[in-house]
């Protein structure tokens, strides 16, 4: 079984530039997840999405990021404008949902980003 | 209230060593804890995990111990071996929102 795929795995761009990250969850996977990782710390979750609609995203700054689930499939997230703060690895998962705590989140390997 | 503080930062132990990493949490809505293992370039991978009502989970090598009464918990290796090497974090999840601690790096010497 294929896992989560994510792409672009490494972006620099300089700062107030944009930047968008790609993310093809496990295929039945009905709930996707972004989280930011910053060198050093636990992932946080940036959003949350149930097929094609949003079920959180309460730390998504959203003057700068949004995400977009077309279709329950495939995801992408944007950064625009990108900030020096925003470096770090923006890592993707997925889980089968509907299965509360216990739904198990597969994660891809991540888009580590760097902003100059 | 939202946080899971983890402990320690780093560790270095020898092959055939027990590393122990602790967790605290303040929410006590909190009702499933998990461990991720996560190797350099790599996203985390679930490792093992714990409901409240448990006091102990054991897989293979790896076991949790939950205290519910102090809102700990705890990850042992036991002979440990340098293929452990890697950053673990545990977990807090509500609803399925998971809140993760800060990460310990583990390196196990040969």
């Known amino acids: 079984e294929a896992g989560v795929a994510q792409s672009p795995r490494y972006k620099i761009i300089e700062k107030r530039q944009s930047v968008a990250f790609w993310c093809n969850p496990i295929?039945?996977?009905?709930?996707l997840y972004w989280y930011q990782q910053i060198l050093g710390q636990g992932p946080k979750l940036l959003i949350q999405?149930?097929?094609?609609?949003?079920?959180?995203d309460s730390q998504l700054p959203k003057d700068r990021f949004s995400a977009e689930r077309l279709k329950g499939v495939d995801s992408t997230l944007k950064i625009q404008p990108a900030k020096l703060e925003d470096s770090a690895v923006y890592l993707c998962?997925?889980?089968?949902?509907?299965?509360?705590?216990?739904?198990?989140?597969?994660f891809g390997p991540g888009t580590r980003l760097t902003v100059l | 209230q939202q946080q899971v503080k983890q402990s320690p930062q780093s560790l270095i132990v020898q092959k055939g060593g027990i590393p122990i990493i602790n967790c605290a949490y303040e929410?006590?809505?909190?009702?499933?804890f998990p461990w991720y293992q996560q190797f350099p370039g790599k996203g985390p991978a679930l490792l093992i995990a714990?409901?409240?009502?448990?006091s102990e989970k054991k897989e293979g090598r790896f076991t949790i111990s939950f205290n519910k009464s102090a809102k700990q918990f705890s990850l042992h290796i036991m002979d440990s071996q340098p293929g452990d090497s890697a950053t673990y974090f545990c977990?807090?999840?509500?609803?399925?929102?998971?809140?993760f601690g800060q990460g310990t790096e583990l390196s196990v010497k040969p």
């Open positions: 998962a997925s889980s089968l949902g509907g299965r509360g705590s216990t739904d198990t989140q597969y």
């Open positions: 295929s039945g996977h009905a709930t």
């Open positions: 999405f149930q097929n094609n609609g949003v079920v959180d």
């Open positions: 929410n006590t809505a909190f009702d499933y």
């Open positions: 714990i409901r409240p009502d448990v």
């Open positions: 977990a807090a999840s509500k609803g399925g929102k998971l809140i």
